[in-house]
């Protein structure tokens, strides 16, 4: 599975941005998607993650009632939208497939697109 992030890009503290993962073949009956964040000097860290037909969620602490991850498996795209943005969620942001059940490790997804900026002025 390949894996292509999109929608990153500069806003103001309080803003809102969507973020796109296209997937390039079907996932809807085999993968969970994730996202990860990666902020300078900082380890990758959990965001957010949907299970294969979208009936699961979890979230990250920080990012709970602010962010909400859906996927359009007919369109093999997945969504990361998120609200009232703070300078802490300045980061790459990345997208991960997972075919088994694999949780906040980085190391358990086992296909990642290639991120996308997201940065958030105070």
Request: charged share 15%; hydrophobic share 35%; net charge positive.
């Amino acid at each position: 599975v390949q894996l292509q992030a999109s929608g990153g890009g500069l806003v103001q503290a309080g803003g809102s941005l969507r973020l796109s993962c296209a997937a390039s073949r079907r996932t809807g009956s085999r993968y969970a998607i994730g996202w990860f964040r990666q902020a300078p000097g900082k380890e990758r860290e959990f965001v957010a993650a949907i299970n294969w037909n979208g009936g699961s969620t979890s979230y990250a602490d920080s990012v709970k009632g602010r962010f909400t991850i859906s996927r359009d498996n007919a369109k093999n795209t997945m969504f990361l939208q998120m609200n009232s943005l703070k300078p802490e969620d300045t980061a790459i942001y990345y997208c991960a497939a997972s075919s088994t059940v694999a949780g906040a490790n980085p190391a358990a997804w086992g296909y990642w697109g290639q991120g996308t900026e997201v940065t958030v002025s105070s």
